[in-house]
């Protein structure tokens, strides 16, 4: 029954794209995000931010009107996004010629499945939130990334957050360091993201002093994890590393910690995955009146953001009367980016967008000033560290340095 609803929702996404004609005044971009299930409330920021960037532009570059179209790559059924919905909405952009700019996905393992799609139809991505290092980085990935991913022979993935390379590196700096941590037991979700920061984080672990006295995957869709928590438990770790997001049960483990006693005596860190509001409503706020539970995340939080970046926030609260999760200023930033791009090719072509996308250079944005390198990644290096107190993240410091 499931199958054929999904196959029944790609004839709907590909069908209705088939008919699509190009409006010679019109510059489409869209977006692809999980806009339904527990991620939704950081998305619902990220296309507020979207918005805000394309609103600041009065919706137009030059002579083109810019659509804009957000898509969901999640069904109520999976709590998250699924490779069909994805692919699908890459196929979508892909065959919509008005289409110069798609924005996403969100998930690591998401990407793996549009940028294939995307790079054949040589239309430029810019990722909010993916932060895996196969998309981009030679060497650091599996053996055959990032080419498998670049069919055509050109880029066409970017994205404005930093990649989990520095993230898993200075989480393990952050621990050894500042936290007291000599002994952990890593943790991941199996999925591209977790496995690839939980892999880098306990690859540093060496390079920094901290034992690693276990390493194993854990299964998102189990109900809890007491005996892994006792198994834990009798390593005496000082802390565990969980690569995982909220959508991947990282709350369930919060939780587990505290029931089984790990909490007396061991601190438990996440990356930006779980910096979300979800992953402290899914263990409870009580949870984390117990266990010490700190996360990494690329860039400053809201809160602390300076120049462009704290005016974003001041007009996206006045806006909406609401504080922005962290990623917002991500949706912000990449809109803002695809906007220059189309600003700069001067004309409605994919090819003249993408090239001009990748040579951005000393972009002064929300999120500093920052370019491009060749790889698509951002020159930014700014990570954040925080701690869950009072149902809320805490700013803690600035991680990288002393």
Known sequence: MRASFLVGLLVLATGCNSSVVDEPGVIRIVSSLPRTGSAKTQTDTIVNGIKMAIEEANGKIGEFTIDYKDLDDATASAGQWTAELESAN??????DPNVMVYIGPYNSGAAKNSIPILNRAGLLMIS?????????????GKSDEPDIYRESGKLNFTRVVPADDLQGKLGAEWAAQSLGVKKVYVLDDTEVYGKGVATIFRQHCVNVGIEVVGSESIDPKQAEYSGLMLKIKATNPDMIYL?????????QVAKDMVANGLADTCKLMVPDGCYENAF????????FNKLKAYVTFGGMPPKEMQGKGKAF????????????EGYSVYGYEAAQVALEAIRKAGKKDRNAVREACLAIKDFEGALGTWSFDANGDTTSSVMSGSTVADGDFKFVKVLGQK
Request: charged fraction near 15%; hydrophobic fraction near 35%.
């Open 280 to 287: 402290i409503q899914a263990a409870g706020a009580n949870t």
């Open 90 to 95: 890459a196929e979508m952009a892909a065959r």
């Open 128 to 140: 909010p939130a993916v932060t895996g290092v196969g998309f981009t980085k030679p060497g650091l």
């Open 243 to 251: 690569g995982a997001t909220s959508q991947s049960n990282a709350g």
């Open 313 to 324: 926030v001041e007009n996206y609260k006045k806006k909406f009367g609401t504080e922005p």
